[in-house]
């Protein structure tokens, strides 16, 4: 990917259990954000972090940052099937014009 | 936040042709982003397209194969000239939110036969 690669490439979770993914980048940078695709779908924006944060929350989406290992996680709690869907990070680079470059990508699938 | 409409919604075209996608954003924005998402694939940057200028092409792409017009704050073009089908993937526009992210237009499903 021009930016970051995640892991898990596929994560498989019965509901209700909580599933974590990880996004690893390369080069320092302002802001990062997740995202989720549906199959076939646009994406939707789910939450930024900044570079000065370590961790934020909506509602059961919790990210953090490690500015030092660059890297993040995106943890989903309580998870529902209609939680499945692809999962990607995407970070902007210090002294870039607002670019965001995305990383390779989580596929969830949450069973009911 | 913005909503954006993009068109044509999915396309099959013979190779050799080309193809314009376009998308028109509901507030005016100065940046415009244009990501090539191949089958099973993350989301590759294209090229930047700011409004009185030329775009900003990433590495491997080219202003020859991958034209982008930018008219004014609010609209913008990308073609994809003599296509082979190496170019299947879905084409995206987004603009940037600020701290609410970008916002992504429903893309373009390209099949080159």
């Known amino acids: 990917s021009q930016q970051g690669e995640e892991d898990p490439q596929a994560l498989s979770i019965q509901e209700g259990e909580n599933a974590t993914m990880n996004c690893s980048y390369k080069t320092s940078i302002n802001n990062l954000q997740w995202y989720r695709q549906n199959s076939g779908r646009g994406l939707v924006h789910l939450i930024l972090i900044r570079s000065n944060e370590r961790e934020k929350h909506s509602g059961r989406l919790r990210v953090t940052l490690d500015t030092s290992k660059k890297s993040s996680s995106l943890l989903i709690t309580a998870s529902r099937a209609a939680d499945t869907a692809s999962y990607f990070c995407a970070t902007d680079a210090l002294g870039t014009g607002n670019q965001f470059y995305f990383g390779t990508g989580t596929s969830l699938t949450v069973i009911p | 936040s913005a909503v954006i409409s993009q068109k044509p919604s999915r396309d099959i075209c013979q190779r050799g042709t080309s193809l314009t996608i376009q998308c028109q954003v509901d507030s005016q924005v100065t940046m415009m982003f244009w990501y090539r998402q191949q089958p099973g694939q993350s989301l590759t940057l294209i090229a930047t397209?700011?409004?009185?200028?030329?775009?900003?092409?990433e590495s491997g792409f080219v202003i020859d194969k991958f034209p982008i017009s930018r008219p004014n704050l609010t609209f913008s073009t990308l073609t994809v000239s003599n296509m082979s089908p190496e170019d299947s993937s879905i084409y995206l526009c987004?603009?940037?939110?600020?701290?609410?992210?970008?916002?992504f237009g429903s893309g373009t499903r390209l099949t080159v036969v």
């Open positions: 987004s603009v940037g939110q600020g701290t609410n992210g970008y916002t």
């Open positions: 397209a700011n409004q009185g200028s030329e775009a900003t092409y």
